[in-house]
């Protein structure tokens, strides 16, 4: 299918940064330690084909999901290797799931039930709370394991847990870290007990593979360092590794234009001009995932100098004072994330300004923005091109 891509806006992605982030990450695993990319919630803004589509050129063959629809929708775009579904799923779909060879997670023993009476036979792992309290069976309940191991219609794969607190340095939180852990291995102890050896475990996502990286796990679940990211400024990592931000939210200015002393800049003339100013006005707003509540808080790059967006974030657009910066242009690109010049607007500091972290700012970046690989944008002089530019891209 060919695809007309608006240059307007669109978002760049650094495939060999995210290839120089997975290799980074892989160093730190044991050797045995499966890398899952978790591309949930569309890669995290990044575009879950392009991203999972390069991933398994470099050789990743495992992915984790929030839901069967996303499931489905790397399936139907070709993505080889085991997906894992970490959400709920209906067993109304448990049809799906064998057609799409889609891995189940069992959250707990009515949804191990519901999945088993439909007699249709499925990969699972299952998930055990160990102290968050989101999905999965308690860890003290043994015996509803042990029973769900008699389900003969479940290929049970791999049991799991996730971490709440492993980005924390507290010694409070490392000791909650530390008796999650136990919790797990007490239960896989239990059903060992029992004469049931779970083929696969898995603990740690981004920050337990920083965090708790001398676990033997048979997976680590990487998500937001896998883009080179961190999740916020404040997070504490032991291990740390270079990461390279995959990803750049790149507009052409559509419009320069001027206001006096005394005029308003956008809704509520919530922003009064102090003196002759020139105004760009850039195609992106709070839809595109720039929050609106960074309105006079947060800055974009032109021509490497530092705007200032002013007056309140639009829907569609927003506006930033251009006033210092010389010879500034309609057709100029406005960097919102990432690198012009000397200067670079990273997702932790839009986090730390928008106060939340990383990946809220990463996964609400909309999608009417298209994602397109470096190579595609240098190769066509999207990135230059001042005049409108119509690009046809092999889907
Ligand atoms: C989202 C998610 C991850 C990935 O978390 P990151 O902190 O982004 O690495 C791992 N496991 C589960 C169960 C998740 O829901």
């Not at 569309?42 to 992915?63: P, T, V």
């Not at 997906?83 to 709920?88: E, Q, R, T």
């Not at 990969?123 to 029973?147: A, P, Q, S, W």
């Not at 708790?212 to 916020?232: E, F, K, P, T, W």
Request: with cysteine; charged share 20%; hydrophobic share 35%.
């Amino acid at each position: 299918m060919q695809e007309k891509i608006n240059t307007n806006a669109w978002i760049e992605i650094n495939l060999n940064h995210l290839t120089h982030n997975v290799r980074s990450i892989q160093t730190k695993l044991p050797s045995k330690c499966t890398f899952m990319a978790v591309v949930k919630a569309n890669a995290y803004g990044h575009g879950d084909i392009l991203i999972s589509k390069h991933l398994n050129k470099i050789g990743i063959n495992s992915f984790g999901v929030a839901t069967l629809q996303e499931g489905i929708r790397l399936r139907e775009n070709g993505i080889k290797g085991e997906i894992l579904i970490f959400g709920y799923t209906q067993s109304c779909y448990a049809k799906q799931l064998q057609y799409y060879q889609l891995t189940q997670t069992v959250i707990d023993f009515d949804h191990a039930r519901e999945l088993f009476e439909t007699k249709i036979p499925l990969k699972v792992h299952l998930k055990i709370d160990t102290g968050m309290h989101r999905v999965g069976f308690n860890h003290e309940n043994i015996e509803e394991l042990v029973r769900i191991v008699e389900f003969e219609t479940f290929n049970i794969d791999g049991m799991y847990t996730h971490l709440s607190v492993c980005d924390s340095k507290s010694e409070k939180d490392i000791n909650f870290t530390n008796k999650q852990i136990q919790k797990f291995y007490q239960a896989v102890e239990k059903l060992e007990k029992c004469g049931i050896k779970i083929p696969n475990l898995h603990i740690q996502s981004s920050y337990g593979a920083l965090n708790a990286s001398n676990l033997q796990c048979d997976y680590a679940r990487i998500g937001i360092v896998m883009y080179g990211v961190h999740s916020s400024l404040k997070d504490h990592r032991q291990q740390t590794i270079k990461l390279r931000p995959v990803l750049s939210l790149k507009a052409k200015i559509g419009m320069i234009r001027e206001a006096t002393i005394g005029e308003y800049v956008g809704y509520g003339c919530a922003y009064q001009v102090e003196k002759k100013t020139k105004i760009a006005v850039i195609p992106v707003g709070y839809a595109d995932g720039i929050p609106r509540n960074l309105s006079g808080k947060a800055h974009v790059l032109i021509r490497g100098y530092q705007a200032p967006i002013i007056g309140r974030i639009c829907m569609d657009q927003c506006m930033v004072d251009v006033t210092h910066i010389p010879e500034v242009r309609k057709g100029d690109i406005a960097t919102l994330i990432g690198v012009d010049g000397s200067q670079e607007i990273t997702i932790e500091q839009l986090a730390q300004e928008g106060e939340t972290i990383s990946n809220e700012i990463v996964s609400r970046l909309g999608t009417r923005i298209p994602r397109v690989s470096s190579e595609v944008i240098s190769k066509e002089n999207i990135g230059t091109q001042i005049s409108q530019l119509d690009l046809n891209l092999k889907k």
